[in-house]
C-alpha cells in the first residue's frame, strides 16, 4: 500500500493567528450594528419585536413550518391509513404510531389499518416536514405554530385526540375514502 503525503499550505503569520477571520467577523458585527443604529435614528420604529405583545402572526412567510398536526376529512373521517411513512422518515424519531385493523364489518374495512395510538413528541421534532411531504393521504400537516409550550415533558407528547383537535379540517380528495380505489 502506498503512503500519500499531503502537503500544507504555508500559512501567513494573520491566518496562523486568525486575525483575518476575527477582522471578517467583527466587520460583520460591525455592520449590523451600524444598520440598526441608523434605523433607530430616522426612526423607523423598534428593531426588536416585544413578543408577549406583539406576534409573528400577519408576518409569517409562506413557507414557515411549525408544528405537525393531524386532519380530518369533511365528513370528520380519519385521513391516516397508518401507513407509518411518516414514523419511519422522521429524523428524530419524535413519531410514534401503533396501528390497529378495521373490523370486517365496517363499511371502510378495505382501508385495513387506522391508528390506535398516534404520539408527536414536540421536544424531539425538529420541524424538518419530511413527514408532511411523505404522507400519502395529507393526513399530516405542518401549522402557523412557532409557540408550543408544556410544564411538563409529558404535556408536551401530543397523542391523537390533541393532534385532531389542533389539526382540524382539510378539504380535498383522500384516496382512503375514495369509493373506486
Not at 458585527?29 to 405583545?53: C, D, I, N, R, S
Not at 411523505?134 to 391523537?160: S, W
Amino acid at each position: 500500500m502506498a503512503t500519500i503525503v499531503v502537503q500544507r499550505p504555508k500559512l501567513a503569520w494573520h491566518e496562523r493567528w486568525f486575525i483575518s477571520t476575527l477582522y471578517k467577523g467583527l466587520k460583520i458585527t460591525f455592520l449590523h450594528a451600524k444598520h440598526t443604529w441608523w434605523t433607530l435614528l430616522q426612526g423607523k420604529g423598534e428593531v426588536t419585536m416585544q413578543y408577549p405583545e406583539e406576534k409573528w402572526d400577519a408576518h409569517l412567510p409562506d413557507h414557515y413550518r411549525g408544528a405537525p398536526a393531524l386532519v380530518k376529512d369533511e365528513q370528520d373521517r380519519e385521513r391516516c391509513v397508518s401507513c407509518q411513512l411518516c414514523e419511519f422518515i422522521c429524523p428524530p424519531r419524535a413519531i410514534t404510531i401503533t396501528p390497529e385493523e378495521i373490523p370486517s364489518t365496517d363499511k371502510w374495512a378495505k382501508v385495513e389499518k387506522r391508528p390506535r395510538e398516534f404520539k408527536i413528541d414536540m421536544i424531539r421534532c425538529i420541524y424538518c416536514g419530511m413527514c408532511e411531504e411523505v404522507c400519502p393521504e395529507q393526513a399530516i400537516y405542518l401549522r402557523k405554530d412557532y409557540a408550543i409550550t408544556g410544564t411538563t415533558r409529558a404535556e408536551m407528547v401530543h397523542d391523537k385526540k390533541k393532534l385532531y383537535e389542533i389539526g382540524g379540517v382539510r378539504i380535498g380528495l383522500v384516496n382512503k375514502w375514495n369509493e373506486l380505489k
